[in-house]
């Protein structure tokens, strides 16, 4: 049986040779509704993820399951167009391992985004939140044996997302005139929307925003010490205090998200100018 380093170098060696050359130096995941960022990518090479070999097939909503390789910002990435999810059914291991195949195909800075539910009372639908850091509610990528070559048993996470980059974004929103927000990102495993009660806990421990995914990728990338900066679009208010009638709804989440992407990537070709 293959090990998960193994898998990932079949995966990379199956990608590495369609891109001609090209080297990605940034890798960005793209979350729910959030795909459309995507297009804005110069002279693009699409490889659809049922077409690398023992790679996951993302099967959520908002999730057309690409690699996306080209120029934004006048360098070369490659966009996860829809990430994997733990509730689809997936072990951790291919949660992230599109991270570690784009980390395998020299990578040298993740950009994370994710549509979220805004706990904070001050968060609105179409807010952007700068992640400035977690609460991890769902098992650790990292658990089982250690893979040495690419990080510590024990990794450090004290500063999972990079203060400069975190700098960056607030510099490059101030001059676009976007305000944004700054916050705890909170994983849960889904796929249920979670309850009022669950609402609350989640604020009452420090919790800004609330989803379904980023951490575990997050983890895998900051295991090999790679700079992470994360972004959320608020895309329900997730309060307490809801009428008898109100009713959480995937659709409703996605064209959230496909509102606020506009700003989001402007915001993400800006900085990816300046790294």
């Given at each position: 049986m293959d090990s998960p380093m193994e898998k990932v170098?079949?995966?990379?060696?199956?990608?590495?040779?369609?891109?001609?050359?090209?080297k990605p130096v940034v890798g960005i995941v793209l979350g729910s509704g959030l795909g459309s960022l995507a297009e804005h990518i110069e002279d693009p090479l699409v490889i659809p993820y049922r077409d690398i070999p023992g790679f996951p097939v993302s099967t959520a909503v908002g999730h057309k399951g690409n690699y996306i390789v080209g120029t934004l910002g006048g360098k070369t990435v490659i966009a996860m167009q829809g990430r994997i999810h733990y509730y689809e059914g997936y072990p951790m291991e291919n949660v992230v391992m599109p991270i570690r195949v784009m980390m395998d195909l020299g990578i040298k800075v993740l950009m994370v985004s994710n549509a979220a539910g805004g706990t904070n009372l001050d968060f609105h639908?179409?807010?952007?939140?700068?992640?400035?850091?977690?609460?991890?509610?769902?098992p650790n990528p990292l658990i089982g044996p250690n893979i040495d070559e690419l990080g510590p048993r024990f990794p450090d996470m004290t500063r999972p997302y990079d203060p400069s980059l975190i700098r960056l974004a607030k510099e490059i929103a101030s001059e676009c005139g976007f305000p944004v927000k700054e916050g705890v990102y909170v994983a849960n495993t889904g796929p249920t929307y979670e309850t009022p009660a669950e609402y609350k806990y989640f604020r009452s421990i420090g919790g800004d925003a609330v989803g379904m995914s980023t951490v575990p990728e997050v983890i895998a990338a900051r295991?090999?010490?790679l700079p992470v900066f994360g972004m959320s679009v608020i895309t329900n208010e997730a309060h307490d205090d809801y009428s008898e009638d109100y009713v959480n709804d995937g659709n409703d989440v996605v064209e959230a998200a496909d509102a606020a992407a506009g700003r989001m990537t402007v915001l993400f070709k800006k900085m990816i100018e300046r790294l």
């Open positions: 170098r079949a995966a990379s060696g199956s990608v590495r040779p369609r891109l001609c050359g090209r639908i179409g807010d952007l939140m700068i992640i400035k850091d977690h609460i991890n509610l769902m295991h090999a010490s």
